[in-house]
């Protein structure tokens, strides 16, 4: 008979994503024992938004059986300006009507009992993840590429994340065209004007607009989506629809160039591809994404390791949950 159960600590942890709030209880060995994904509200505000994460986490405390407040903490990875210490989250351009800066760790830990809530950046959560858990370990270095809403990046040195004067990684921000496409971030030419899902969107709808023919927003109201997927495009895309196609090889056009060019400066040696898209996609577009950065590869006889992220869908959300092991 065991007795050593009691001593046993669970942990949550929550990846806001532009789409959805994936939330996970893992316990010590980072073993997931529950789980809930919710849509994130597409209206409303930073408190609607934290609302629909306590309610998520609470669920996956559910599912793994155990009330919120015996989790040891709860760590969340969350777009935007993130300051750690003040437990707050400003410019997250991809969530409801984000503009200030908004008390994210303090909200949630009120909403499920005042259980510690600490915060990190998306991106740098499920990079830490992928290093320590997934495809990423054993590798001295490696460039995380995130295809999700927007394209997401991080770098790892030596071992250790790199994280700049704050905000290094920002692959979806590499120019891939000089005087090219409007961002969402407000310049031009950018990878992710291209390859991020919520720029693809814009550019399908404003070619659908214009006469062209797709089946992209009609899946979208048959499956009952507010936005284009990664489970849409998907669909599209196995069905053939040209448009969709188009687009997403343009997108793999654009990784391509801003990966490579990453990869000329900083000479890693594993390239993972995770995110909604990158993982949805899959084996498929991973070789396609390898094959579009050979021609600016500078060292091209000697490529790097181009994996999928091996944590899935939860690996963001079990990053998260790093924060606080």
């Known amino acids: 008979m065991h007795h050593y159960a009691a001593a046993m600590s ?21 073993r997931v024992l529950g789980e809930a994904r919710h849509p994130t509200p597409t209206e409303g505000g930073p408190a609607d938004v934290a609302a629909a994460m306590a309610t ?32 707050t989250v400003g410019q997250a351009r991809n969530l409801p009507d984000w503009e200030g800066v ?12 005042g259980v510690t809530v600490k915060l990190g950046n998306d991106v740098s959560v499920a990079t830490d993840a992928e290093v320590q858990l997934g495809a990423g370990v054993g590798a001295r270095s490696l460039l995380g590429v995130f295809w999700g809403t927007g394209v997401g ?14 905000a ?68 599209a895309l196995a069905a053939g629809d040209r448009l969709a196609t188009e687009i997403v090889d343009e997108a793999v056009e654009a990784l391509g160039t801003g990966v490579a060019s990453a990869v000329n400066l900083l000479d890693v040696e594993v390239v993972l591809i995770g995110g909604g898209l990158g993982l949805r996609l899959g084996e498929e577009y991973r070789d396609r994404i390898l094959a579009a950065m050979m021609p600016h590869l500078f060292n091209d006889d000697r490529p790097p390791a181009v994996r999928l992220a091996a944590l899935g869908d939860l690996g963001g959300a079990v990053g998260a949950a790093l924060l606080v092991a």
């Open 153 to 166: 990046g991080g770098v790892i040195l030596d071992g250790v994340r790199w994280d700049g004067e704050g």
């Open 10 to 30: 669970v942990r949550g942890g929550i990846d806001l994503g532009g789409t959805k709030i994936q939330t996970v209880v893992v316990d010590d060995d980072n």
């Open 168 to 235: 290094a990684g920002e692959i979806g921000h590499m120019v891939v065209k000089q005087g090219g496409r409007k961002c969402p971030c407000g310049r031009h030419g950018c990878m992710e004007a291209y390859a991020g899902r919520g720029a693809m969107e814009a550019t399908a709808r404003k070619r659908h607009e214009a006469g062209e023919k797709t089946d992209l927003f009609h899946l979208m109201k048959k499956h009952d989506r507010p936005r284009l997927t990664s489970g849409i495009w998907s669909r």
């Open 56 to 87: 998520a986490i609470g669920e996956a405390a559910g599912a793994a059986g155990v009330a919120t407040s015996e989790l040891a903490g709860v760590g969340v990875g969350s777009p935007g300006a993130i300051d750690a210490a003040a437990g």
């Open 102 to 113: 908004f008390p994210l760790a303090d909200a949630i830990s009120r909403a499920i009992g």
